[in-house]
Protein backbone atom coordinates (compact mmCIF):
# COMPACT_ATOMS: atom_id res chain seq x y z
CA UNK A 1 0.00 0.00 0.00
CA UNK A 2 1.00 3.21 -0.38
CA UNK A 3 0.98 6.32 1.53
CA UNK A 4 -0.86 9.29 -0.07
CA UNK A 5 0.38 12.28 0.65
CA UNK A 6 -1.37 15.74 1.95
CA UNK A 7 -0.89 17.72 -1.46
CA UNK A 8 -2.44 14.55 -3.77
CA UNK A 9 -5.52 14.12 -0.95
CA UNK A 10 -6.36 18.03 -1.63
CA UNK A 11 -6.07 17.62 -5.40
CA UNK A 12 -8.46 14.84 -5.39
CA UNK A 13 -11.14 16.54 -3.43
CA UNK A 14 -10.67 20.16 -5.24
CA UNK A 15 -12.89 19.22 -8.08
CA UNK A 16 -15.66 18.43 -5.88
CA UNK A 17 -15.30 21.14 -4.05
CA UNK A 18 -15.68 23.11 -7.23
CA UNK A 19 -18.63 20.83 -8.54
CA UNK A 20 -20.52 21.68 -5.34
CA UNK A 21 -20.01 25.06 -5.59
CA UNK A 22 -21.35 25.81 -8.86
CA UNK A 23 -24.53 24.16 -8.15
CA UNK A 24 -24.82 26.30 -5.25
CA UNK A 25 -24.69 29.44 -6.94
CA UNK A 26 -28.18 29.11 -8.88
CA UNK A 27 -30.37 28.24 -6.02
CA UNK A 28 -29.22 30.92 -4.42
CA UNK A 29 -30.27 33.41 -6.84
CA UNK A 30 -33.72 31.52 -7.22
CA UNK A 31 -34.16 32.23 -3.47
CA UNK A 32 -34.24 36.09 -3.86
CA UNK A 33 -37.08 37.98 -2.93
CA UNK A 34 -38.68 40.55 -5.62
CA UNK A 35 -39.41 44.01 -4.99
CA UNK A 36 -43.37 43.35 -5.50
CA UNK A 37 -42.88 40.35 -2.52
CA UNK A 38 -40.55 42.96 -0.39
CA UNK A 39 -43.08 45.51 -0.66
CA UNK A 40 -46.81 43.47 0.28
CA UNK A 41 -47.98 44.00 4.08
CA UNK A 42 -47.24 41.39 6.15
CA UNK A 43 -49.84 39.73 8.09
CA UNK A 44 -50.58 40.60 11.43
CA UNK A 45 -51.76 38.23 14.06
CA UNK A 46 -52.96 40.70 16.54
CA UNK A 47 -56.92 40.63 17.41
CA UNK A 48 -59.32 42.92 16.60
CA UNK A 49 -62.36 43.32 17.87
CA UNK A 50 -65.76 45.46 17.75
CA UNK A 51 -67.75 46.93 20.21
CA UNK A 52 -69.30 50.43 21.55
CA UNK A 53 -67.93 53.02 23.00
CA UNK A 54 -68.62 53.31 27.06
CA UNK A 55 -66.66 56.01 28.08
CA UNK A 56 -64.23 58.52 26.90
CA UNK A 57 -63.51 60.60 30.30
CA UNK A 58 -59.94 60.18 30.24
CA UNK A 59 -57.30 61.69 28.15
CA UNK A 60 -56.67 60.38 24.92
CA UNK A 61 -58.57 56.95 26.05
CA UNK A 62 -61.74 55.14 25.57
CA UNK A 63 -63.41 52.01 27.27
CA UNK A 64 -65.31 50.11 24.94
CA UNK A 65 -67.93 47.59 25.41
CA UNK A 66 -67.65 44.11 23.74
CA UNK A 67 -70.43 41.90 23.76
CA UNK A 68 -70.10 38.54 22.36
CA UNK A 69 -73.54 35.64 22.33
CA UNK A 70 -72.30 32.33 24.16
CA UNK A 71 -74.02 28.95 24.12
CA UNK A 72 -74.36 27.43 27.40
CA UNK A 73 -72.39 23.74 27.85
CA UNK A 74 -75.09 21.96 28.89
CA UNK A 75 -78.12 23.59 28.11
CA UNK A 76 -77.06 25.31 24.49
CA UNK A 77 -79.25 28.87 25.68
CA UNK A 78 -77.29 31.48 24.19
CA UNK A 79 -76.46 34.11 26.65
CA UNK A 80 -74.30 37.19 26.21
CA UNK A 81 -71.26 37.80 27.73
CA UNK A 82 -69.56 41.49 27.60
CA UNK A 83 -66.19 42.69 28.76
CA UNK A 84 -65.22 45.77 29.43
CA UNK A 85 -61.45 46.84 27.94
CA UNK A 86 -59.18 50.13 27.46
CA UNK A 87 -58.05 51.37 24.15
CA UNK A 88 -55.70 54.69 22.97
CA UNK A 89 -57.60 57.13 21.11
CA UNK A 90 -54.86 59.34 19.74
CA UNK A 91 -57.10 61.96 18.35
CA UNK A 92 -59.67 61.79 21.20
CA UNK A 93 -62.16 61.25 18.04
CA UNK A 94 -64.61 59.14 19.99
CA UNK A 95 -67.66 60.11 22.16
CA UNK A 96 -69.78 57.51 24.13
CA UNK A 97 -72.03 55.42 21.75
CA UNK A 98 -69.67 54.94 18.84
CA UNK A 99 -68.91 51.80 17.22
CA UNK A 100 -65.88 51.09 16.85
CA UNK A 101 -63.01 48.77 16.20
CA UNK A 102 -59.88 48.49 18.18
CA UNK A 103 -56.71 46.09 17.44
CA UNK A 104 -54.77 44.33 20.13
CA UNK A 105 -51.01 46.14 20.88
CA UNK A 106 -48.25 46.30 23.51
CA UNK A 107 -48.91 47.64 26.76
CA UNK A 108 -49.54 51.19 26.32
CA UNK A 109 -50.62 51.47 30.46
CA UNK A 110 -51.77 49.42 33.43
CA UNK A 111 -55.08 48.59 32.01
CA UNK A 112 -54.26 49.48 27.98
CA UNK A 113 -53.27 46.91 25.96
CA UNK A 114 -56.08 47.91 22.39
CA UNK A 115 -55.68 50.66 20.26
CA UNK A 116 -58.38 53.04 18.21
CA UNK A 117 -58.47 51.47 14.08
CA UNK A 118 -61.42 53.00 13.15
CA UNK A 119 -64.84 54.55 14.29
CA UNK A 120 -67.13 52.38 12.43
CA UNK A 121 -70.46 54.74 13.33
CA UNK A 122 -70.81 57.66 15.11
CA UNK A 123 -73.48 57.86 17.88
CA UNK A 124 -76.78 59.61 17.00
Not at 42 to 55: A, D, P, T, W, Y
Not at 79 to 93: G, L, P, S
Not at 108 to 117: A, D, F, M, P, V
Amino acid sequence: MEQETGQEIMNEMQPVAQAVDKTAKPTAKANKKTVEEDSAPKKSNKRILQGKVFSNKADKTIVVKIVRQVAHPLYKKYYKKTKKIMAHDERNECSIGDTVKVKECRPLSRNKRWELIEVIEKAK
